[in-house]
């Protein structure tokens, strides 16, 4: 909102100077004009005051948009037209084009004064920071979300921007601080009954108990996510589920729940369509193989995911298993190695 600075500088006063000598001969005519003077200013005045007052108003009425109103409402449309663009931009990976639309509506959200739209903006804005590893800049939106929405008693919105704000510092490795942040955003969820949000926060305190070593508190959570998943048919949380307890009980040298819950993972990746997620899932399958000294069923697997890896141009994955298929030659028989690795390389 632009705000008013009075310039007017003090008022000048300018005194009237006593009659001349030299205007003597007509004076009784000049001595009347004097009279009528005093009210003829009066009058100006007043029209100018008048004529200001009314344009004040209406440059007031064109800067103060009243709430409801037809511009208001516009302006709302485009907030929401970009706050879309950004999310759209964010799902497609370009971070920079969805932080642009995104900050653009949250000028437009704050210009109307719209509090809701503006914490949902904030919070938009929060992940696709995150996601480029920029936390300050997110917890800084975050946290100017969670005011907002405690302000209109937003608790759905609580609770999530307590969630995201939980997620930046178990991206930073602040575990304990990420747990708190959880927990409080567990209670909320179950409190207004948003199943699909208290399933995602189980799994992110499993996650954060197994960083911590809490092998126990992790699993425990992994399943409360799990049955909560099942019940709401979100197959691909199911399968990041069946994921990460695969992941805990490798960590646990628990190798064969670690390769069945790898498995499960995979089935359902594939029949929802996941293509990295199953990438991903073929090269976990193919380290607990090569652990076990199958190196056959470990290179198949590895293949498997080093095709799906360039297919959808993930680099990291295709780095990754490239590693391990490496390790695996390392192993073998230089020749039999050297044509193996040589092969894979030039797919």
Known sequence: MNNFHNTCGGQKTTEISKRDPSTAQGGERSWENRRRLPRVLT????QGLIVSFLLLTFLASIIFIRPNS????????????????GIDAYNRGQYQVASGHLQRALVLRREVGNRAGEGATLNSLGIVYRSQGLYEQALEC???????????GNRTGEGDTL???????????????????????????????????????????????????????????FQQALVIRYELGNLAEVGATFNDIGNLYWSQSLHKQAL????????????????????????????????????????????????IAR????????????????????KMPVPQARQRLERYELI
Do not use: C
């Not at 009058?43 to 007043?46: G, P």
């Not at 037809?70 to 663009?85: F, V």
């Not at 193919?286 to 290179?299: F, I, N, P, T, W």
């Not at 959808?312 to 695996?328: A, V």
């Open 70 to 85: 037809p511009t208001n409402a516009l302006i709302n449309a485009e907030a929401d037209i970009h706050h879309q663009k």
């Open 163 to 221: 969630n995201n704000i939980g997620v930046v510092y178990k991206s930073q490795g602040l575990y304990e601080q990420a747990l708190k942040y959880f927990e409080q955003a567990l209670v909320i969820k179950r409190e207004v009954g948003d199943r699909a949000g208290e399933g995602t926060t189980l799994n992110n305190i499993g996650l954060v108990n197994w960083s911590l070593g809490n092998s126990e508190q992790a699993l425990d959570h």
């Open 142 to 152: 975050y946290s100017q979300a969670l005011v907002i929405v405690r302000e209109g």
């Open 311 to 330: 297919d959808t141009g993930n680099k990291p994955l295709e780095e990754r298993i490239l590693e391990n298929m490496e390790d695996i030659h390392s």
């Open 43 to 46: 009058r100006l005045i007043s």
């Open 260 to 307: 069945e819950n790898y498995k499960q993972a995979l089935v359902i990746f594939r029949e929802v369509g996941d293509r990295s997620a199953e990438g991903a899932a073929l090269n976990n399958i193919g380290v607990v193989y090569k652990h076990q000294g199958l190196y056959e069923r470990a290179l198949e697997n590895y293949k498997k995911g080093l095709f």
